[in-house]
T-cell receptor, first 109, second 113 residues
């Protein structure tokens, strides 16, 4: 089975940087995804990591360490619209995503 | 417009009734999935299909069935709804290369009374 852990809630200030951590224990590993989900909406894809290191995409970056079973999502220059839930998900040896419970991020003025 | 559609958007259902949630994608994706999302539990996989004609069970399949007669459609059926099936249901699809990014439909909010 899978065990995927991430903080339940975080708060950060507009314009700041926030790092959302995700740790996982899996029987296999074929990649880690980060999704963003605004309240009442569907999850939308942010990033995918399968190799160790940092993937940068605009204001968002995602890091992976397979040996440590660890990933983080880094959000820079926070905007109010970044208030959302951020979901960490791992694919083991199968096809389906195994999701963590999500981190609810509140960006304050 | 390419994407995934789900119907209905929301539904209130009496316990014991049969209900089918519809999901259609026009991206020619081979794989499709059904998840339920509950507060405090996150997204959990109900059933999946890697290609037309095949289906598999996910983490929480009991009380649900699926079929995949063609590439585009992946309906989810609750044969006899129970209150614990009150949830938001998301359909997703992904391309032929695995692992591949999954794209989600807008969801169906189901309430079973």
């Amino acid at each position: 089975g899978q065990n995927i852990d991430q903080p339940t809630e975080m708060t950060a200030t507009e314009g700041a940087i926030v790092q959302i951590n995700c740790t996982y224990q899996t029987s296999g590993f074929n990649g880690l995804f980060w999704y963003q989900q605004h309240a009442g909406e569907a999850p939308t894809f942010l990033s995918y990591n399968v190799l160790d290191g940092l993937e940068e995409k605009g204001r968002f970056s995602s890091f992976l360490s397979r040996s440590k079973g660890y990933s983080y999502l880094l959000l820079k220059e926070l905007q109010m619209k970044d208030s959302a839930s951020y979901l960490c998900a791992v694919i083991d040896s199968g096809y389906a995503l195994n999701f963590g419970k999500g981190t609810s991020l509140l960006v304050t003025p | 417009i390419a994407g995934i559609t789900q119907a209905p958007t929301s539904q209130i259902l009496a316990a014991g009734r049969r209900m089918t949630l519809r999901c259609t994608q026009d991206m020619r994706h081979n794989a499709m999935y059904w998840y339920r999302q509950d507060l405090g539990l996150g997204l959990r996989l109900i059933h999946y299909s890697n290609t037309a004609g095949t289906t598999g069970k996910g983490e929480v399949p009991d009380g649900y069935s699926v079929s995949r007669a063609n590439t585009d459609d992946f309906p989810l059926t609750l044969a006899s709804a129970v209150p614990s099936q009150t949830s938001v249901y998301f359909c997703a699809s992904s391309g032929s290369e695995q692992p591949d990014t999954q794209y989600f439909g807008p969801g169906t909010r189901l309430t079973v009374l």
